[in-house]
């Protein structure tokens, strides 16, 4: 393979990525506009977007390794072809978590509809507002901007804890509505999931970009013979 035919492969695997991640944003958005409305029939189209999503996680993992296996690539190119394969197993589990919450819209749409002490679409414009920001981050290979992600996950999982207490609250006190409130825990459960899935995105686009691990707080540089010198090469154009 020419160099300019493996750019074009960096460049098309980046594009195939982008397509995955406009699929699991969408479903997390249909999931949640199922809950504010309780209609079953978006449902569905999260249930379709996850079996597309899904399809395109493999073909996305398998041109990646192909990549890896025929070309052999060094420095700031072997880094990109990682970060695309971590950033795509997120991504299939950002879509696994709106099939999540759609089953249980599913399931509250059985039960009287009750007013509980969590605010869903609030958790959710946060998480979603952090897979958007890691997204263009990537799209830009944007390290600062990836960091700026990093900053907002304690947010969500604050309220996470937050909603933890209060529906917990709810099953121990009003029996009559654990049910509904077991379903609200399990969607904000979910919606923390995909807000880690943002920062596992950020991380990996600060290892493209940067050749720094940041993961678990440690911050190393990868070592030096892998990324000397090396600039990204899939950056937007």
Known sequence: MTR????????DLKENLLVMAGLAEQAIQRA?????VRDISICDLVTRSEVAINRMERDIDQAALDLLAMEQPMAGDLRFILSVIRINADLERVGDA???ISDR???MDQMPLVELPVDI???AALAGDMVRKSLQAFIEANAEQARIVL??????????????KALTKVMEEQSHLAPQALSALMISRSLERVADHATNIAEDVIFWVQGTDVRHNKGLPVKQNATANAEPQASAD
Request: hydrophobic fraction near 40%.
């Open 151 to 164: 900053t907002m996950d304690d947010a969500v999982d604050a309220m996470n804890r937050a909603a933890y």
């Open 98 to 100: 709106a099939k999540s």
């Open 105 to 107: 819209v599913r399931q």
């Open 121 to 123: 679409p609030r958790m």
């Open 4 to 11: 300019i035919r493996f750019h074009q492969s960096l460049e």
């Open 32 to 36: 949640i506009e199922a809950y504010r």
